[in-house]
């Protein structure tokens, strides 16, 4: 009746505090999951770099960058038209 | 009397509007070098990913994220004081 254990675990990073989503991060790893997935988009980007900077820095040091990826989404805004904006998402993984 | 192909360069990513920085990435490469280190700090690191992004969707095909990397950097501020800050180093490269 084991539950497997969840590989990966995506938190998206918004507006909000960053403390709030270094608390989602180590949450998820204490579930645990192996690793976690910081996803934001345009001017999130940079609290999403700071979220995973702060996790492992002050909380969780055995936590590591596995990969970082940026790309151009095209989002619908309210007027019909799409506007491209861009997006990152930063793996962190628990050091082998 | 040949001057060697410089390796790389470093474009800091600040306050200013994008366009400028996509500018001074697309006139490193056509110096020319192989590969071009998107700098930046804070707030800045969004619009670092702007440049790149746009670089690459809009001017430049050729050119691939090799690397990127993010960090602390303890900045002191007017007070003396050292307050941790984000960065991020985008390496831009003409594919092979």
Same mark, same amino acid.
């Given at each position: 009746?084991?539950?497997?254990?969840?590989?990966?675990?995506?938190?998206?990073?918004?507006?909000?505090?960053?403390?709030?989503?270094?608390?989602?991060?180590? *949450?998820?790893?204490?579930?645990?999951?192996?690793?976690?997935?910081?996803?934001?988009?345009?001017?999130?980007?940079?609290?999403?770099?700071?979220?995973?900077?702060? *996790?492992?820095?002050?909380?969780?040091?055995?936590?590591?960058?596995?990969?970082? *990826?940026?790309? *151009?989404?095209?989002?619908?805004?309210?007027?019909?038209?799409?506007?491209?904006?861009?997006?990152?998402?930063?793996?962190?993984?628990?050091?082998?």
């Amino acid at each position: 009746m084991g539950e497997a254990m969840e590989d990966n675990a995506v938190v998206y990073v918004g507006d909000k505090p960053v403390m709030n989503y270094v608390l989602a991060v180590m *949450t998820q790893f204490n579930k645990p999951v192996s690793s976690v997935i910081l996803k934001a988009r345009g001017r999130a980007i940079s609290r999403a770099v700071d979220a995973a900077e702060i *996790t492992r820095n002050r909380f969780m040091p055995n936590i590591v960058v596995k990969d970082i *990826t940026i790309s *151009t989404e095209a989002i619908p805004n309210e007027e019909g038209k799409t506007v491209n904006v861009s997006s990152m998402e930063i793996v962190l993984a628990k050091q082998e």
